[in-house]
């Protein structure tokens, strides 16, 4: 069966949702916030995310990947918890660190 570029583009798009756990192109360029450039070098719709979110302008597809779902994905349920880690390790925190005793507090505070 020969796909025509519009399938091949849905598709692709439809494999980058998958591998970052989004359901939509919006809810991938909200995803990008989380990474760096760098990241976003194996698939071209993750790239236009990145540039959508770098550049602050929403890309509406007539057709997104999927529906939109009654739930909410894996990205966007863990987001804040990820973002929240990634600003704790920013000034220096980690497990190690915690275990050390480094934050002169009690486990319990």
Known sequence: MKMWPEQLTLRDLHLA??????????????????WKWD????????????????????????EDTKKERRGTSWARATREM????????????????WEAGVWHMDKEQ
Do not use: Y
Request: hydrophobic share 40%; aromatic share 6%; net charge negative.
């Open 17 to 34: 949702c998958d591998q970052w756990a989004c359901d939509s192109l919006r809810e991938l360029t909200e995803e990008m916030q989380m």
């Open 39 to 62: 990241d976003t070098l194996d698939n071209k719709w993750v790239r236009v995310a990145m540039c959508s979110q770098m550049l602050n302008i929403l890309i509406d597809m007539p």
């Open 82 to 97: 990820r973002r929240f880690r990634h600003r704790i390790e920013a000034v220096g925190g980690s497990k190690d660190q």
